[in-house]
C-alpha cells in the first residue's frame, strides 16, 4: 500500500511537520529536524509528526 503524506517539490530533501497522518498539512519545513519541530509546536501543533522528504530519485519507505 502506497501513502504519500507530501507531494510538494519544495520539501525535497527537507525535514516537514505535518499535523498527523491523518491530517498532512505540513505546518513547518526546513533544514533541521530540531527547528521543524520548534517551529511546529510554536504554530500549536502540540505532537507534529515529522518526516524527510527525499528527493525525486529516492524512494523513502518507513
Do not use: N, W
Amino acid at each position: 500500500m502506497e501513502h504519500i503524506l507530501i507531494k510538494e517539490k519544495k520539501f525535497e530533501s527537507k525535514y516537514a511537520a505535518i499535523r498527523s497522518l491523518s491530517d498532512s498539512t505540513p505546518v513547518a519545513d526546513g533544514d533541521s529536524s530540531q527547528d521543524v519541530y520548534e517551529a511546529a509546536v510554536s504554530f500549536g501543533v502540540l505532537k507534529p509528526l515529522l518526516l524527510f522528504a527525499p528527493s525525486h530519485e529516492m524512494v523513502q519507505i518507513y
